[in-house]
């Protein structure tokens, strides 16, 4: 089982940007996916989940700036990220759990925004 992540990058404050991963290696995915992002220094925090098709959780400090989706597949989840901020600078980790609790990780994509 593997969770490919991409389009990571820099960007400049106020701009966008997509990840998007894809879990593989399994007939079907985790009904709740989505990312986490760790900053240097600090704790890894969720940044949002979306169950099956359903946004399910948001991070305060994201809510209304990123937007989690799904493909038709549920395979490949989404995150479009807006008016980027450089505090949120990180790598974002894609991350899967199945209905009795286990979970998967990704290895992480960076996201630097500069000021």
């Known amino acids: 089982v593997q969770l490919q992540a991409s389009g990571g990058g820099l960007v400049q404050a106020g701009g966008s940007l997509m990840l998007s991963c894809e879990f593989s290696?399994?007939?079907?995915?985790?009904?709740?996916m989505g990312w986490h992002r760790q900053a240097p220094g600090k704790q890894r925090e969720l940044v949002a989940l979306i169950n099956r098709g359903v946004p399910k959780d948001y991070n305060d400090a994201v809510s209304g700036r990123f937007t989690i989706s799904r493909d038709g597949t549920k395979k490949t989840i989404y995150l479009h990220m807006s008016s980027l901020r450089p505090e949120d600078t990180a790598v974002y980790f894609c991350y899967g759990r199945t209905q009795t609790g286990f979970e998967y990780w990704g290895q992480g994509t960076q996201v630097t925004v500069s000021s």
């Open positions: 290696g399994a007939i079907y995915s985790p009904p709740i």
